[in-house]
């Protein structure tokens, strides 16, 4: 998506390769492999026993040192805004990012491994970093992850896990959309969600977005449903790492979270995008630096 132009955050990822270089150099994939072989997934008390081992033994394993300095470097030279990280955090404007995880399992055409690994937010300074992809690293080891892996027949040797490091988005609105509407399965359809802030509130259906549904043929908004929108998630202005829950004003509680422009830019994205993977797509997004919160929220 980043070559083909499109409004991807900045970062980088830790390819699956690393992951697996990290578990043969250090020992870790004979134990691991070798304990998952004789594991009984039915029995639960086992299957917690043993997973909470393994994610115990990658994250005490520090990771090799010629991967830790270019993960470190990669982090260092990550460009935000025409800014290096660590300047931003000298400078104390709270430069941050997402850890998260990506394994090569995932998406497959009879079963989703999606949603199984870890990823983490607001994740800023060389330790933290590093801990935290040793966190991802780990969770491709949960009880879950591994029940699901013996249950369709999916071999753990061949199941990797890829971290991707990316700067953290602080919006202004943000949501999902769909390539096709998936309410009513109709695929001349673009389906579009959105609230103010932050993308959480949408993505966990804490509340009820903004609707917006557009003919993909003409772009023309063939329906919406704007909802009242009390409250929204930001980031705390004062730690910059914390989430913090505040009052929408009222002058805007019933007013569209996103402007014509922005639903028509959308829809293009969803449409170059599920263009060049051939198939319907999910998409989150989220709109940065266009609005300015600062006097209308309520509790802060």
Not at 9 to 32: C, E, M, N, R
Not at 202 to 215: C, R
Not at 251 to 262: G, H, I, N
Request: charge should be negative; aromatic fraction near 8%.
């Amino acid at each position: 998506m980043y070559n083909l132009g499109l409004p991807v955050p900045p970062g980088f990822v830790i390819t699956a390769y690393a992951f697996k270089h990290y578990i043969q150099i250090s020992g870790l994939d004979k134990k691991i492999f070798g304990k998952l072989k004789k594991l009984n997934v039915e029995d639960n008390d086992q299957l917690q026993e043993t997973a909470k081992w393994i994610q115990d033994q990658i994250v005490s394993t520090p990771m090799p040192e010629a991967i830790k300095e270019i993960v470190i470097e990669s982090y260092d030279e990550m460009d935000v805004n025409g800014s290096k990280v660590e300047d931003l955090m000298k400078s104390g404007n709270g430069a941050l990012v997402a850890v998260r995880s990506s394994a090569t399992a995932e998406d497959q055409v009879d079963a989703s491994f999606a949603g199984q690994q870890a990823s983490f937010m607001n994740v800023k300074g060389h330790k933290e970093l590093i801990a935290h992809v040793l966190a991802c690293w780990a969770s491709l080891y949960t009880a879950r992850a591994i029940y699901y892996r013996v249950k369709n027949n999916y071999p753990h040797e061949k199941v990797y896990i890829a971290v991707v490091i990316q700067k953290m988005i602080n919006s202004d609105a943000a949501g999902v959309m769909f390539s096709v509407n998936v309410v009513t399965n109709n695929t001349s359809e673009i389906l579009i969600e959105g609230a103010y802030g932050l993308g959480e509130a949408v993505v966990s259906g804490s509340i009820t977005p903004d609707e917006f549904v557009l003919d993909k043929k003409t772009l023309d908004v063939k329906s919406k449903k704007i909802a009242k929108k009390t409250w929204m998630y930001v980031r705390d202005p004062k730690t910059f790492e914390n989430i913090k829950k505040v009052d929408v004003s009222k002058d805007l509680q019933e007013e569209s979270c996103l402007k014509s422009s922005e639903i028509q830019k959308l829809a293009e994205l969803a449409i170059k995008i599920e263009k060049h993977y051939g198939k319907p797509q999910d998409i989150e997004f989220a709109i940065e630096n266009e609005r300015d919160f600062g006097c209308k929220c309520e509790n802060g």
